[in-house]
């Protein structure tokens, strides 16, 4: 086994989420330490503009070379604050372009400079190789917790995107993005309100989704898709602009984003019904959007932490496994997970 700290920032923006694991690439040993440094408000603003600009940012240009190295220090703190001992460090780094149907994937975050800092080796750049073979570069780990788990079992990580891992009765392994997740309702909530999140639910509740805004926005060609498949964080930004969003109230608009959220979920093509969704990310702490869950998929729905998982974690624990595969050259995506013809390794490794 090997002692493994993973590092996740996802597309909500929020922070570096950190976790230490032990794994042979295969079964997880034990599950250790974890935490969330969040990003400040300059930063999160910065990143929000590289998203914007990603698809002809250069690479040299200042603001990105800036953000790359504020990204980076945080996830250096995110390592130090852990103060856990570990063989390799998993770094996924922040997505700011995604763009599997080009062949592109681009993560910041200067592995070198972080394996020089934490004197660690440094696994990253763990997409690449699965996007130029064709892929969808969405790795999977919710099969190695789930062993001895009932299953068809569904597997729902809410970050700014939302992604499914389908776990079925065979052995069956299939893995996308079923559409947004918390990403729109943020930046909408942000706009009206000024807060960063709908907390609580609060604003999604107390509005009605809008019947005919809905439809335009899941007539959108992603959600019929076959799986697997990958969206980028603002991939649906010209269907919510020319979707009439814009002139509902402040509740009914987020009430209409949680409705997307959960009925994307729901149309999701899966090669069975799961018995049990299991949810982690930020949208698990959102009442109204877990409600909407629960009634349009007709199953039970928890919070992963109901089988005793972290879901706060889960995402880092992630790349804390995957970073064990990395240097055992292990294969890190699938057929099923991201459309590779064969299973692929991938990453490189950073020395210190």
Not at 57 to 73: S, W
Not at 89 to 113: F, K, N, S
Request: some cysteine.
């Amino acid at each position: 086994m090997l002692r493994a700290i993973g590092l996740m920032s996802g597309t909500s923006l929020d922070g570096v989420d950190a976790a230490w694991l032990e794994s042979d690439g295969e079964r997880i040993g034990r599950l250790g330490p974890a935490l969330t440094l969040p990003y400040d408000d300059a930063l999160r603003a910065d990143l929000r503009r590289l998203l914007e600009a990603a698809p002809t940012l250069a690479p040299d240009d200042v603001l990105l070379l800036d953000v790359q190295a504020r990204v980076t220090a945080r996830h250096e703190e995110a390592v130090r604050a852990l103060a856990t001992p570990a063989d390799i460090v998993g770094l996924h780094g922040q997505t700011i372009l995604h763009r599997p149907e080009q062949h592109r994937t681009w993560q910041i975050g200067d592995a070198g400079g972080l394996a020089r800092a934490v004197g660690m080796r440094v696994a990253h750049d763990f997409r690449s190789a699965d996007v130029a073979a064709g892929g969808e570069g969405a790795p999977a780990y919710h099969a190695a917790l789930a062993q001895g788990m009932a299953k068809p079992l569904a597997v729902l990580n809410i970050g700014g995107v939302a992604n499914v891992t389908f776990l079925g009765a065979g052995g069956e392994l299939l893995a996308c993005d079923t559409g947004p997740g918390n990403g729109p309702l943020d930046d909408w909530v942000a706009r009206h309100t000024g807060a960063a999140f709908d907390r609580d639910g609060a604003l999604a509740g107390a509005g009605r989704a809008d019947a005919a805004v809905l439809a335009r926005l899941l007539a959108d060609p992603y959600l019929v898709r076959p799986a697997p498949k990958s969206l980028d964080r603002l991939d649906f930004a010209r269907a919510l602009a020319a979707s009439g969003l814009a002139a509902l109230s402040p509740a009914d608009g987020a009430a209409t984003l949680v409705a997307f959220t959960a009925e994307a979920v729901a149309r999701t093509p899966l090669p069975a019904t799961p018995r049990r969704w299991l949810v982690s990310g930020g949208g698990r702490r959102n009442p109204a959007l877990m409600a909407a869950l629960r009634a349009r998929l007709g199953v039970p729905v928890d919070a992963v932490e109901a089988v005793g998982w972290d879901g706060d974690a889960l995402e880092a624990q992630c790349f804390g496994f995957l970073a064990v595969r990395v240097v055992r050259q292990m294969p890190l995506s699938f057929p099923g997970t991201t459309g590779v013809p064969r299973p692929l390794p991938g990453g490189r490794v950073a020395e210190p």
